[in-house]
């Protein structure tokens, strides 16, 4: 099992939510897929170029393999699942073709009550499954401080949703990388550019086989 893992609250964008065009005006974009990224920091590309956070690699390593995407950015710095819930119909607007959820981290750090995270998550996870929308779950671990009952309440959360019909599930997203300083910013907590690209080249065949799952218009 990974060693449980924090991270620290990003700063909050000032616009929630923006749409990134990440592919060439052509007759087929409308078949393209959209995928929504509903997350915190991980995701946001906190303190990176736009060119070296995670959604823009996704989307680039996506395309050179034959499977281009529209992402649709949900991804905050500094989200609890509770703001990510917020937001969700929102960022829904967008018409998601199948999504990345990817919360929790800054509940731990802020050491919210799991069942609290589990109740955010399972609400999250229902909407998505009404609109029949396919989601890859990300997993994380508890900072360690907060201590090994927190640890193993918190860490129940991601395994409990793991089985829930129709999930495909990433254990940890930081797998490989967390607190190693060759992918992480100085914070030791956050992925730098290297980071980033162990991420999406080890999470690229699961959001693959996710893209797999959408139903045809």
């Given at each position: 099992m990974a060693a449980a893992y924090g991270l620290l609250a990003g700063l909050r964008k000032a616009v929630a939510v923006v749409i990134i065009a990440l592919l060439p005006v052509s007759p087929r974009a409308a078949a393209v897929p959209?995928?929504?990224v509903l997350g915190d920091s991980l995701t946001a590309g906190y303190r990176l170029a736009h060119e070296d956070g995670f959604q823009a690699r996704l989307a680039a390593a996506l395309s050179a393999s034959g499977h281009p995407v529209r992402i649709i950015d949900g991804a905050v710095s500094g989200d609890t699942t509770a703001d990510g819930l917020a937001?969700?119909?929102w960022v829904l607007g967008e018409q998601a073709d199948a999504a990345i959820v990817e919360l929790?981290?800054?509940?731990?750090?802020r050491g919210v009550d799991p069942a609290v995270m589990q109740a955010n998550l399972t609400r999250i996870l229902d909407t998505l499954a009404r609109r029949h929308i396919p989601v890859l779950l990300a997993g994380m671990y508890a900072p360690p401080n907060m201590g090994a009952d927190y640890a193993r309440a918190f860490r129940s959360v991601f395994d409990r949703l793991a089985r829930?019909?129709?999930i495909l599930f990433d254990p940890f997203?930081?797998?490989?990388m967390a607190e190693d300083p060759r992918y992480t910013l100085p914070?030791?907590?956050h992925p730098n550019p290297a980071g980033v690209r162990m991420i999406v080249a080890r999470i690229l065949p699961l959001v693959i086989q996710l893209l797999g799952e959408v139903k045809p218009a």
């Open positions: 959209s995928l929504l937001r969700l119909d929790g981290a800054n509940d731990g750090l829930r019909p129709g997203f930081l797998q490989g914070d030791r907590m």
